[in-house]
């Protein structure tokens, strides 16, 4: 039984694809998270390029700094997975255009880090997209707090919130609770492409 | 006469508006979404839309970090 749930579930991921809007903390994580569990196709979006300060909880490497995001982590993703198809797009998303690197994707990863951006974002996706999942977070910053995280379904919008939070302008960023954020949101991304694990 | 916003019972006020109602909740972050009944109603509509009686109302904001 197990065997046949694992055959579906790689077929599945394989045909299935994901798109990232921002390549930092929550992002450069989701994606290489996603690239192990065997999804097929992955769309990275981000117009940075790699940075010291970065590396304190982004999956990158030191020989990296000064490189686009889009290359780095597709170079990292390579090495683990070297069958994805990757897409880059290395361009900063406007407003009244956000939407248009993820038509063609099954389920869209916010992973900004601007609140307001944040919330452009996901107003554009909502509105453009309709019928497009869309899994955002918000409530990053800061350490410790893992079971205040929770999730919340609106519609087409899944929200992996932490309400309690302070905004990264007021407190720190560290590695472990980004990297939960971002695989919390990597894994409800995977629950709306496979159903819920019954 | 009363409706809950985030889990919180307030006051139902007639032809509210759910800008009115944020403005009410002193909710100052930048908002993404706002639920009333499990509907969620868009940002560019929170003019519009008036706040039911009995209704249960979710709010969710985003805040800096990722």
Redesign the interface.
């Known amino acids: 039984m197990k065997d046949k749930k694992i055959e579906k579930i790689i077929k599945k991921l394989k045909e299935s694809s994901v798109g990232i809007a ?1 390549l ?4 450069s994580n989701a994606a290489i998270s996603l690239a192990r569990a065997g999804i097929g196709r992955l769309v990275l979006v981000d117009f940075d390029k790699l940075e010291e300060s970065n590396l304190t909880r982004q999956y990158y490497f030191m020989y990296q700094i000064g490189k686009n995001k889009v290359d780095a982590l597709k170079e990292n993703i390579e090495k683990i997975n070297p069958e994805i198809k990757i897409e880059i797009i290395n361009q900063k998303l406007l407003k009244g255009s956000m939407e248009e690197p993820f038509k063609d994707v099954d389920v869209v990863i916010e ?6 951006t ?2 452009t974002f ?2 554009e996706i ?2 453009k997209l309709p019928d497009k999942p869309i899994v ?6 800061g350490y410790g707090h893992s079971d205040r995280i929770t999730t ?1 379904c ?2 087409k ?1 899944y ?1 992996c ?1 932490d ?1 309690e ?5 007021d ?1 720190v ?1 560290t590695a472990p609770r ?1 990297a939960i954020m971002a695989n919390w949101e990597a894994n409800l991304a995977l629950e709306i492409i496979l159903g819920e694990d019954k | 006469m009363s409706i809950e916003v985030n889990g919180k019972k307030v006051d139902w006020v007639e032809n509210e508006t759910v800008t009115q109602l944020l403005k009410r909740m002193r909710y100052i972050f930048p908002l993404v979404v706002v639920k009333i009944d499990d509907k969620v109603v868009l940002k560019k509509d929170f003019s519009e839309v008036v706040v039911p009686d009995n209704s249960k109302v979710a709010v969710i904001h985003m805040i800096s970090g990722g």
Do not use: F
């Not at chain 1, 930092?24 to 992002?27: E, N, R, V």
């Not at chain 1, 992973?111 to 307001?116: P, Q």
């Open positions: 921002g930092g903390g929550l992002g992973a900004l880090d601007n609140a307001e944040k919330a996901i107003e909502l509105t955002a977070a918000s409530g990053v910053a919340k609106l519609g919008l929200m919130y309400e939070a302070l905004s990264s302008d407190d960023l980004v």
